[in-house]
């Protein structure tokens, strides 16, 4: 973010209620929970860690959607790895030990960041236990702890205004994330575990879980609701312990 605000022509309006940063969080934020509404409306306890597992392949639209995700990833992937390179090769290495093939050096290390990224992917097909503990730690880190103790750092010369209520805000902000580190990590690591070694079991069961299509979906749904047939006519007390077994 530091990195885009500099690049900017005019950095100031990156900031504030209506600024860049907020309207593209907003956008975001707003798509992602259409996205996971629509998905869990959908599949219910049979979504998936990624909506576009339950898609159905063999449909022409499912196609053409991952098509589109996947141009997506492939042209945002420089974007994402931008800061990285930037800080290793142009201010570390370039600055600090001055090669002679700069541009050899930066090649060769985005070379091995997309072959690091790309083993990342096979070893861990299943993203969601990895995501839940990359969201722990940048969540945590990145937007609540480090940023809390950078503030804490720049105002120790000066003030923390009346009451000193700026350093009494930034160490309850620093509890949060740390309980949020602390037992996001916890989790995340308990779950990755549980996935995998349930993953390790079954391959050497020989067997492999697969995500349920749509249509396994509406069978398994159907079979559900045929274990509690229609009666036209029922009681009071009838009633009452059919909606009672059929909650329970």
């Not at 589109?68 to 370039?94: K, M, W």
């Not at 097909?125 to 730690?137: I, K, T």
Request: with cysteine; hydrophobic share 50%.
């Amino acid at each position: 973010m530091l990195a885009i605000e500099a690049k900017m022509a005019t950095p100031g309006s990156y900031v504030g209620w209506l600024g860049v940063l907020n309207r593209c969080a907003l956008f975001v934020a707003v798509t992602y929970i259409l996205i996971g509404f629509m998905g869990y409306w959908r599949y219910g306890d049979y979504v998936a860690a990624s909506i576009t597992l339950n898609i159905p392949i063999e449909e022409a639209l499912a196609q053409v959607a991952k098509m589109f995700i996947a141009i997506s990833v492939f042209f945002s992937f420089p974007l994402s790895g931008y800061v990285v390179v930037d800080i290793v090769c142009n201010q570390y290495i370039a600055k600090n030990h001055n090669p002679k093939n700069p541009h050899r050096i930066e090649y060769i290390f985005r070379i091995c960041f997309v072959i690091v990224c790309t083993a990342n992917a096979i070893a861990f097909p299943n993203l969601g236990p990895l995501l839940a503990l990359v969201g722990a730690f940048s969540i945590s880190l990145l937007n609540i702890i480090f940023p809390c103790w950078i503030e804490i750092c720049l105002l120790y010369r000066s003030s923390y205004g009346p009451g000193r209520w700026k350093l009494v805000r930034d160490l309850l902000m620093l509890l949060l994330g740390l309980v949020i580190l602390g037992y996001g990590t916890y989790s995340a690591v308990i779950e990755m575990i549980r996935e995998y070694s349930d993953k390790a079991h079954e391959i050497k069961a020989g067997s492999s879980t697969e995500i349920k299509t749509p249509e396994e979906i509406n069978a398994a749904q159907d079979a559900a609701t045929l274990d509690y047939p229609i009666v036209d006519d029922v009681t009071a007390s009838g009633k009452s312990r059919l909606l009672r077994d059929f909650y329970l």
